[in-house]
């Protein structure tokens, strides 16, 4: 597992973070939700190829 997706997740918690409490403070708590929203699933996207390789190593690890 790459070091660099940690900080690239990192960078999108706090560029979202930021962005919802701006929506927020406006007025504008749909907009914040679908931001929030917006955020966790780029996040997932990225994760999700790494849950995948897991699974397929734990496979082959009770294969044997």
Do not use: C, N
Request: net charge neutral; proline share 2%; aromatic share 12%.
């Amino acid at each position: 597992m790459e070091v660099t997706i940690i900080f690239k997740i990192a960078a999108v918690g706090i560029l979202v973070s930021i962005l919802s409490q701006v929506l927020k403070h406006s007025g504008r708590d749909e907009q914040a939700f679908m931001v929030s929203l917006a955020g966790l699933l780029i996040a997932l996207f990225w994760i999700v190829p790494y849950i995948y390789e897991l699974f397929q190593s734990i496979q082959k690890l009770f294969v044997i």
